[in-house]
């Protein structure tokens, strides 16, 4: 398997419940992000990683959110007492960051729809 | 304003004729841009990058970059049904800064 893959591709959840979703990266990738995105938008950058450490969050984002990569390989996003407002798809993508200054190419997994009940 | 401006459409297109996407962006010191198309319901998948103004193709695909202007241009020759999708313009200045994305235009394509 060479691509980005997300677990779970679903989640039905009812309001104040906690989720967390998983993402596997493309295996030789160093960076690995994580959108939102709403119908009828684009994505909507909720942070990134490079290897372990995390490197940008969206001021956007709720205390609610947390996201972690600890071994510089997969990665999840908890989001904590869920709101309606959450539902979403929450997208995954990874890139191989070779410090060139070039922008890397992101590669998205399938995403996972969350719907909060 | 909105950084990167997409026509949010729907733009139909006759099966077979060429399709034109337009994205507009704001900031001048973009160096990286990005077009990525999105079937209904999937994520999206990367059709073409360019980084140098002028035209780049790749098969029925040809990305034009006019850095004067602030625009970049997708155009898709030989237009197929399975070509209908939404399809995302991103824009960055480089690997630093996060890619700033446009809203989509919807794109069908008519049999």
């Known amino acids: 398997d060479t691509g980005v893959s997300q677990d779970p591709r679903h989640k039905i959840t009812k309001r104040g419940q906690n989720v967390t979703f998983r993402c596997d990266p493309i295996s030789e990738h160093n960076r690995l992000y994580w959108y939102r995105q709403t119908l009828g938008q684009g994505p909507e950058f909720l942070t990134y990683f490079q290897n372990e450490a995390q490197l940008e969050k969206s001021r956007l984002l709720s205390d609610r959110f947390s996201a972690e990569r600890p071994k510089g390989s997969f990665s999840t996003l908890e989001i904590q007492r869920t709101e309606q407002g959450d539902s979403a798809m929450y997208l995954c993508?990874?890139?191989?960051?070779?410090?060139?200054?070039?922008?890397?190419?992101?590669?998205f997994g399938p995403g996972t729809r969350l719907t909060v009940l | 304003q909105k950084e990167v401006e997409q026509n949010s459409g729907p733009l139909s297109v006759p099966e077979g004729a060429i399709a034109s996407l337009n994205c507009t962006y704001s900031d001048r010191g973009s160096q990286s841009f990005f077009w990525y198309r999105q079937y209904s319901g999937k994520s999206p998948e990367l059709i073409m990058s360019i980084y140098s103004n002028g035209d780049k193709e790749d098969g029925r695909f040809t990305a034009q970059l006019n850095k004067a202007s602030q625009y970049v241009s997708l155009l898709i020759r030989d237009s197929q049904p399975s070509d209908s999708a939404t399809y995302l313009c991103a824009v960055n200045r480089d690997s630093n800064y996060q890619l700033i994305w446009g809203a989509g235009t919807k794109l069908i394509i008519k049999p």
């Open positions: 993508a990874s890139s191989l960051y070779m410090s060139s200054g070039r922008t890397d190419t992101q590669y």
